[in-house]
């Protein structure tokens, strides 16, 4: 079982919100985590969004609208992040990432179609 | 604002040596608080880390276990560089292959080198 685990694809409309997950492995707790976030588009490197371990411990990427926010569902056992006021620019592949058993490790990625 | 410049070839030859450098601008590669990684990204295999270099009063380095038998990642402090050497490739090591800073994640991307291993 991946140690990460993301929707291969999402649809949302303009201006509505959009919620990404990422699952932990059921042997991990995302309560003992920070979970980076990146958006990518063709072409281009991954760009950082956003950490976020607690509302108390979070770091939001330069530049990066307020509208990109994180978050984590205990009981999924899941790291949320959630992007309000969709713009079609917004359509991009998105990732999850955590530090690991000594190692960065990365989610397969949800794409985001704004349509 | 940090930046990463990465060169090196596009095409390296099966059972050869694929080499990348990563020039920074901004910071310093032996400060105290960041470390230097290296990450590629195939179709078949994602975004795959694949290690890092980093100065806490002495070096240390981290590998991933997949590349570990084949990996060095080295900092050049008088060029304010580090570099990526990946020993007796194969065509699953095409990749595009980033550097990258980690600060509290990892938070600055180099433009990404196309490296496929072919004959």
């Known amino acids: 079982q991946a140690v990460l685990t993301q929707p291969s694809s999402l649809s949302a409309s303009p201006g509505a919100s959009a919620s990404l997950t990422c699952t932990l492995r059921s042997d991990i707790n995302v309560g003992n985590y920070g979970i980076n976030w990146y958006q990518q588009k063709p072409g281009s490197p991954p760009q950082f969004l956003l950490r976020y371990r607690s509302d108390s411990n979070k770091q939001q990427g330069s530049g990066v609208p307020s509208r990109f926010s994180g978050s984590k569902d205990a009981s999924a056992n899941a790291g949320i992040l959630l992007i309000s006021g969709l713009q079609s620019e917004d359509e991009a592949d998105y990732y999850c990432?955590?530090?690991?058993?000594?190692?960065?490790?990365f989610g397969g990625g949800t794409k985001l179609t704004v349509l | 604002q940090v930046q990463l410049q990465q060169s090196g070839p596009g095409l390296v030859k099966p059972s050869q040596t694929l080499s990348l450098t990563c020039a920074i601008s901004?910071?310093?590669?032996?400060?105290?608080?960041?470390?230097w990684n290296w990450i590629r990204q195939s179709p078949s295999r994602g975004l795959e880390w694949l290690g890092r270099t980093y100065y806490r009063s002495k070096w240390y380095n981290d590998y991933a276990i997949s590349v570990k038998s084949r990996i060095t990642i080295t900092p050049d402090t008088s060029k304010n560089q580090f570099s990526l050497q990946l020993n007796s490739v194969t065509p699953e090591d095409t990749a595009v292959y980033y550097c990258?800073?980690?600060?509290?994640?990892?938070?600055?991307w180099g433009q990404g080198t196309t490296v496929t291993v072919s004959s």
């Open positions: 901004g910071d310093s590669v032996s400060g105290n608080s960041a470390a």
């Open positions: 990432m955590i530090w690991h058993s000594s190692a960065w490790v």
């Open positions: 990258a800073r980690e600060g509290y994640g990892i938070d600055v």
